[in-house]
């Protein structure tokens, strides 16, 4: 079992910036992805960002230029530095970790709020 505790949500005005964590414990094998997705309110979730244990990153096209993830291997945490934030970045995040193909965990969410 893996379990997933992320922090750094709050409340923000449009053109701040905020920084989320995710520690990941439990058992985590060291080739994996992790990564952030959020859901707006009456949306689905969407992926926000990704990063492997390996360094490679995706991002959605509304972040890039914006958000930047990373990654400490030896904490087993991920970071989503968030620049430039706008309203419509307001929502739940959610830490991912995926390991093995067919193991995918999810954190609890923490809200995202941007002002305008």
């Known amino acids: 079992q893996v379990q997933l505790v992320e922090s750094g949500g709050g409340l923000v005005q449009a053109g701040g910036s905020l920084r989320l964590s995710c520690a990941a414990s439990?058992?985590?094998?060291?080739?994996?992805?992790m990564g952030w997705y959020r859901q707006a309110p009456g949306k689905q979730r969407e992926l926000v960002a990704t990063i492997t244990s390996g360094g490679s990153t995706d991002y959605a096209d509304s972040v890039k230029g914006r958000f930047t993830i990373s990654r400490d291997n030896a904490k087993n945490t991920v970071y989503l530095q968030m620049n430039s934030l706008k309203p419509e970045d307001t929502a739940v995040y959610y830490c991912n970790l995926k390991q093995l193909s067919l193991q995918n965990y999810w954190g609890q969410g923490t809200q995202v709020t941007v002002s305008s």
């Open positions: 439990g058992s985590i094998f060291t080739f994996n992805a």
